[in-house]
């Protein structure tokens, strides 16, 4: 595994910023960052259920930007960050704009298709494989989502006591 640079750090930083963006409108907080020659170009985070859209990932969006930025469908040269590692959609759409390398901030082992359960942008059958760097602000990047999901777990567990009480209350 190569060794994680400051500038890495830098970049999930900045990934992370989006992934806060995404848990103050309640979504899952995956974040990302595209950098291209030390410049960010494409920024997203996770908007699946504010859109009501299945491809409104952080990566789909930020790969959505950074192409409007370069005014090509490809990025080689460029680097994605996301905080959780890729699912198959993104890691597919990864390959297919030819981004040259991925930073990753923590697996996914459920859904993860960057090592964890397929590793879609280091396969020698594409005609494209990303370079990939793992854990980067990793511990971070976990902590961040295992807020959302236990802040969730608590607001679930409230409804559900409320629904009890309202259904009691007639």
């Known amino acids: 595994m190569a060794s994680i640079s400051s500038v890495q750090e830098k970049y999930m930083k900045e990934a992370l910023k989006q992934a806060k963006k995404a848990r103050a409108l309640g979504e899952v ?42 005014g090509d469908w490809r990025l080689e040269g460029c680097t994605l960050y996301v905080t959780l590692e890729p699912c198959q959609m993104c890691a597919g759409a990864i390959i297919q704009a030819r981004i040259s390398e991925v930073v990753m901030g923590c ?7 960057g090592g964890s359960i397929l ?12 370079a990939v760097t793992r854990g980067v602000l990793g511990e971070e990047c976990s902590e961040v989502l295992r807020e959302f999901f236990a802040d969730l777990r608590i607001r679930n567990k409230a409804e559900r006591q409320y629904s009890k009480e309202q259904i009691t209350a007639l």
């Not at 590793?119 to 990303?130: D, R, V």
């Open 119 to 130: 590793n879609i942008l280091e396969m020698p059958q594409f005609n494209h494989q990303a």
């Open 107 to 113: 697996m996914n082992p459920k859904a993860g298709c």
């Open 29 to 70: 907080p995956i974040g990302c960052v595209i950098v291209y020659e030390g410049k960010i170009i494409g920024r997203g985070y996770n908007r699946r259920n504010t859109d009501k859209n299945t491809l409104a990932h952080a990566e789909i969006t930020a790969i959505r930007k950074a192409s409007k930025f370069i």
